[in-house]
C-alpha cells in the first residue's frame, strides 16, 4: 500500500509498537501492545491520546466575517450557526436534497472566521461541496496541521499542566492557545463520550506534543479500535456505518442536532438541503430510528446483523448498523435502525447471528453515562 | 504437543486430546469476549467448525483438528472468555476430543516446527 497517506505522527506509532491499518486512506494505529479492551478502559479511568489527524480541517473566511460563512453555511446544515457564539463549537450534518446525510462535522465560530472538522472519508467530497455552495467563502483546506484528541478524567489535567488555560475551557468551547508547541487550536469536545479535548497542531510540532502528553502517567496512545467501542457506548455515529446518505437526520435520532430556529416555526425554519422531509419527519415521525441494542447472550452482533421481530418467520425488519463488545459494560451492545413501532425502550427483538436468532433489547443511549465538563 | 497451521494446539492427555489456540493466536485476535463452544457428545470430523471465538475485532471459528467425539468443554470460558488470551496454552483450552484415530495428529507440527511456521 505505497500510497497510503501518513500523519506526522507515523514514526512515533511504529516506535510505540502500533499495528497499522489502512483506513480512509491512512495509514493508521488500530491498536498498541495494550490491546483494544486495556486500551478502551484506561481511556474511561485516566486518559488516552488519540491521532485524528486524518480529519479534514477546513477554514471559512468571507468578507462579511463569520456572520457571512454562517448564513452562507446555514444553507448547507440544518444547525443554528448564526445563533453560535465566539469561540463556541457545534455539532452538525450536511443533508442533500433528500435529507439524508452527507457527512457529520462540527463547525465553531473563531470570531471572524468559521472553523469545521470533518471525516477523513468525506474531506474531498465535503470540501468540493463547501466550495461549489458557498459562494462568497474562501474554502481554505488546513493541510499543514496535525490534530490530536486527549480524552479522559485526567485529560483537564494533564493538558492544562502543558497549556496554561485549558482547564478554563466548558464543552464545546474552542480556544486558541499559544504553548512551547506553537499555536494550539483546542475544543474541549471528542468521541469518546469522556470529558477531553482535540488538539489542532502544527505538522512541525504535532510529534513533541503528543511526546509529551505521552510522558504523563496517566496517559496512554489509543488505536481506532478501542475509539470505536469507546464511541460506540457513548452511542456515537460513525459516518458511513450508522449514519449515510440513505438515513436522515430524524430517523438517525439526531434532532437534539437541529436547533429549535431551523426547525418548523423558527425564525429560519428550513432553508438547507432536504428540509422538506426532514421537518416533515419531525412533524410526523420517521418511518425507522436508529436505537441503542442490548444482545441479551454475550455473543456481539455486529454491524449487518439482520434483525427480527420475532424468533421464527418473518422478514427483517431491520439491522445493526455498529455492534462491539463494550469492555466498560462488560457486555456487547449494538446500534441499528428498527420501525418506529419496535423502537422502544425495552422491546425485544431478534438479531441473526450465526443462522440462529437471539434476543436483543432496545436499550437507550448512551450505553455509559457522558462525562462532558459543561 | 502438536500445532495446525490454524494455530491450534492439541495435547494428549490419557486416552483424549486436548485443543486449544496458541499464544500467536490469541494475539492475532485480541481480546475474545465471547466463546461459542460445542455440545458436548458432538460427533465431529476433522475441519468442522466446532467453536466459535469472538474478539474485539471479529468472529473467527475453531475447526475440529482431528475425527472424534467432544467429551468435555471448558465451561469457564462463557463468564471468563479472556482466559484465552490470559492463558492459552493452560486455562484457556476449549475442548477434550475422544480421537476416533490418534494417528491424526501425525501429520501436525511439533513446537519448534511450529514456531518456524510462525516466524
Redesign the interface.
Known amino acids: 500500500m505505497a500510497d497510503l497517506l501518513t500523519t506526522p505522527l507515523n514514526a512515533l506509532h511504529r516506535e510505540l509498537g502500533a499495528k497499522m491499518v489502512p483506513f480512509a486512506g491512512y495509514d493508521m494505529p488500530v491498536?498498541y501492545p495494550a490491546?483494544?479492551?486495556?486500551e478502551h478502559l484506561h481511556c474511561r479511568a485516566k486518559a488516552g491520546l488519540f491521532d485524528v489527524s486524518h480529519m479534514g480541517q477546513v477554514i471559512l473566511r468571507a468578507p462579511g466575517g463569520y456572520a457571512q460563512a454562517a448564513s452562507e453555511m446555514e444553507a448547507l446544515v440544518p444547525v443554528d450557526l448564526l445563533g453560535l457564539g465566539e469561540m463556541r463549537q457545534r455539532y452538525g450534518f450536511f443533508t442533500n436534497d433528500q435529507g439524508g446525510i452527507l457527512d457529520d462535522l462540527m463547525l465553531a465560530n473563531r470570531g471572524d472566521h468559521m472553523f469545521v472538522v470533518i471525516n477523513a472519508a468525506c474531506k474531498a467530497g465535503d470540501i468540493a461541496h463547501m466550495r461549489a455552495h458557498l459562494p462568497g467563502c474562501e474554502v481554505e483546506e488546513i493541510t499543514d496541521r496535525a490534530l490530536l484528541a486527549l480524552q479522559g478524567p485526567a485529560a483537564e489535567a494533564v493538558l492544562d499542566a502543558l497549556v496554561p488555560g485549558a482547564a478554563e475551557m466548558r464543552f464545546m468551547d474552542v480556544a486558541i492557545l499559544p504553548s512551547e508547541f506553537g499555536e494550539l487550536w483546542i475544543s474541549r469536545s471528542g468521541y469518546t463520550g469522556e470529558d477531553g479535548y482535540e488538539i489542532s497542531v502544527s505538522d512541525a510540532q504535532a510529534e513533541a506534543l503528543a511526546r509529551a502528553l505521552l510522558a504523563h502517567d496517566d496517559v496512554e496512545p489509543i488505536g481506532l479500535?478501542a475509539r470505536d467501542?469507546l464511541r460506540l457506548e457513548a452511542g456515537l455515529c460513525l459516518y458511513g456505518h450508522d449514519i449515510d446518505e440513505t438515513t436522515t437526520p430524524v430517523e438517525a435520532s439526531l434532532i437534539w442536532g437541529i436547533q429549535k430556529v431551523r426547525r418548523a416555526g423558527g425564525a429560519r425554519e428550513g432553508g438547507f438541503p432536504g428540509a422538506e422531509r426532514i421537518l416533515d419527519e419531525m412533524a410526523n415521525g420517521a418511518a425507522r430510528a436508529r436505537v441503542g441494542l442490548r444482545p441479551e447472550g454475550?455473543?456481539?452482533m455486529?454491524e449487518g446483523t439482520q434483525l427480527f421481530e420475532n424468533a421464527e418467520g418473518g422478514a427483517a425488519v431491520g439491522q445493526v448498523t455498529s455492534g462491539?463488545?463494550g469492555?466498560t459494560i462488560e457486555a456487547?451492545m449494538s446500534m441499528g435502525y428498527l420501525p418506529r413501532p419496535l423502537a422502544t425502550e425495552g422491546t425485544v427483538i431478534y438479531g441473526e447471528v450465526?443462522g440462529k436468532r437471539m434476543p436483543v433489547k432496545v436499550a437507550k443511549l448512551p450505553f455509559t453515562p457522558a462525562n462532558f465538563k459543561r | 504437543m502438536k500445532f495446525t497451521e490454524e494455530h491450534e494446539w492439541l495435547r494428549v492427555d490419557e486416552d483424549l486430546v486436548v485443543v486449544g489456540i496458541t499464544e500467536h493466536a490469541s494475539e492475532q485476535l485480541g481480546d475474545v469476549v465471547f466463546v461459542e463452544m460445542p455440545e458436548i457428545g458432538t460427533l465431529v470430523s476433522k475441519d468442522d467448525e466446532v467453536v466459535v471465538i469472538e474478539s474485539v475485532k471479529a468472529a473467527s471459528d475453531i475447526l475440529a483438528p482431528i475425527d472424534g467425539e467432544i467429551v468435555e468443554v471448558n465451561e469457564a470460558l462463557a463468564d471468563t472468555p479472556g482466559k484465552v488470551n490470559d492463558d492459552p496454552l493452560g486455562d484457556g483450552w476449549f475442548f477434550k476430543i475422544k480421537p476416533s484415530d490418534l494417528g491424526q495428529m501425525d501429520e501436525y507440527m511439533d513446537e519448534t516446527a511450529y514456531q518456524d511456521y510462525i516466524a
Not at chain 1, 490491546?35 to 486495556?38: E, R
Open positions: 491498536q490491546g483494544v479492551m486495556k479500535g467501542s454475550r455473543a456481539p455486529r462491539a463488545y469492555p456487547p450465526r
